[in-house]
């Protein structure tokens, strides 16, 4: 076996921080409460710290432990726009665009007050995330994201890789005014303990296994077969949801994806990238690929495949080594110089999309509050959310943030894209627009 992978870890969780040595106990017998929050996402978290904040008794139910899910598993890479195709969404969406232009970039300045008001230490580097353009074709998609955003309002520095402060792997591309990186890990623990030092009740390793409407109240059966009678309740579970009959049909569309994190490299060798701006990447195919410094020296990369075909109820799932080895074997092209850095490890998780590409909320009649489908730019996205539910259900109105987000839907269309065959056709255009642009002569130049 290649020297480079001889000793990659193939995580179950996260590469960014151990599980937790601690956890808050299960569920037991029969409780109650006013509002309960099934799923410890950093979006459950966020909305039951608000709740219990404004004074509302809530209770949190989680089958595992906070912030095993997508929330500590992601690259760590704050997005203040929204995520999907921005020409697409202007196309499908022109009303809505501006709201959710505005929401995505609340959403990443709210993550910035998270971290300050509860002192979160996530080697925070509000530097600006960049839409990267491998290609003169990517850099002319680059620019007319750009001026999407401007026509609503937001503002992005748009400049080559050289002004951007990237590595010349990227012609140029488009810095947002706000968010940045961090250690996804250690922003997910730290919310933990804000809610467990707050009044909310937390309860771990308590699956939910059903939600039921009963005589005007919620129920909400664990594993064990405790249960939580609620007034209320917030579905927060974003892939993992679809579990329940009470949730909307094709509310999400679950889709794996996987991380891949370096050895640490020596900061000269960092240095001679000329990521001055240590600013995270994400490129501009079809389906994205990131890059991010990290402040142990090392580099994480990933996406670039998406995998769908998911049951119910999702299984814990390790990286599969093949599609580590894709990802890191196109880590070395765009970065030669670095092609001789083993893998450390690498990780997956599950993602949520909705056939809009939006990120959705609402409510099945009304008491059972949901939210959902961040595709992928959940970080700030998902607690933002989730604050905005918790007000709503408190001020009994809802916010124009919440609002943009805000369907009254009772279902969905499936999503076409999340499915086997189009993403493999989708991964396949994005290779064949590789050769192209010419980063395989990159790589045979950088290997003689
Ligand atoms: C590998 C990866 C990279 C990513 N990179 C980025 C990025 O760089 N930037 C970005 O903005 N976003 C990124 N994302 C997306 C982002 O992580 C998510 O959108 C966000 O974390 C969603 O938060 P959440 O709280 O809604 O969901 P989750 O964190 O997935 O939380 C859902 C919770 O529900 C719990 N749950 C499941 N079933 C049940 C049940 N039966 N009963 C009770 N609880 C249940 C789960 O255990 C989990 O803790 C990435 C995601 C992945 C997987």
């Known amino acids: 076996m290649n020297a480079k992978f001889k000793n990659v870890e193939y995580a179950t969780f996260t590469g960014w921080i151990d599980p937790p040595t601690e956890l ?41 432990f906070c912030g095993y899910g997508a929330s500590s598993r992601n690259g760590g890479q704050i997005a203040s726009a929204p995520g999907g195709d921005l020409r697409m969404l202007r196309v499908l969406s022109p009303k809505k665009l501006p709201g959710m232009v505005r929401f995505a970039d609340n959403a990443a300045h709210y993550v910035d007050g998270l971290i300050e008001d509860h002192k979160i230490d996530c080697d925070y580097d509000a530097n600006g995330m960049v839409w990267a353009a491998v290609s003169p074709i990517q850099m002319f998609r680059v620019k007319t994201l750009a001026a999407i955003l401007r026509k609503v309002g937001v503002d992005g520095q748009v400049g080559t890789a050289k002004e951007i402060g990237i590595p010349e792997a990227f012609v140029g591309g488009m810095r947002e005014r706000r968010g940045g990186m ?24 308590s699956r939910v296994i059903d939600v039921q409407r009963r005589g005007g109240k919620v129920v909400m059966t664990t594993s064990s077969g405790a249960e939580l009678i609620a007034n209320r309740v917030v ?74 075909g998911a049951n119910y109820p999702l299984q814990p799932r390790s990286p599969d080594p093949g599609m580590m080895r894709e990802l890191a074997d196109n880590f070395y092209k765009r970065f030669p110089s670095l092609s001789d850095v083993p893998i450390a490890r690498c990780w997956g998780g599950w993602i949520s999309f909705s056939s809009s590409w939006t990120t959705v909320a609402g409510r099945v009649g009304d008491n059972v509050y949901y939210s959902a489908s961040c595709n992928g730019h959940g970080l700030a996205q998902a607690p933002y959310l989730g604050s905005l539910i918790a007000d709503n259900i408190v001020d009994g109105k809802r916010s124009a943030d919440l609002e943009s987000v805000w369907e009254e839907k009772a279902g969905y269309a499936p999503s076409p894209a999340i499915n086997p065959l189009v993403l493999r056709a989708v991964w396949l255009f994005d290779r064949v627009s590789d050769l192209f642009n010419g980063s395989r002569r990159r790589a045979r130049l950088a290997a003689h």
Not at 44 to 64: F, I, K, N, S
Not at 187 to 201: C, I, K
């Open 235 to 308: 579905l927060s579970t974003n892939a993992y949801s679809g579990e329940w009959d009470i949730i909307p049909k094709h509310l999400s569309t679950p889709s794996w994806i996987i991380e891949v994190e370096t050895e640490p490299i020596a900061p000269e060798r960092i240095a001679a990238l000329g990521w001055t701006s240590r600013s995270g990447v994400v490129t501009q195919h079809q389906i994205m690929e990131n890059f991010r410094l990290t402040a142990r020296n090392t580099i994480v990369f990933g996406v670039r495949r998406l995998e769908s």
């Open 24 to 64: 808050a106990p299960s569920l037991r017998g029969i409780q109650e409460c006013d509002v309960a929050v099934v799923g410890g996402g950093v979006g459950g978290m966020a909305t039951a710290l608000r709740l219990a904040q404004r004074g509302v008794d809530v209770v949190l139910l989680e089958p595992e």
């Open 182 to 205: 961090l250690n996804r890990g250690k922003l997910s623990r730290g919310v933990r303990r804000a809610l467990l030092d707050s009044s909310a009740r937390v309860f771990e390793k």
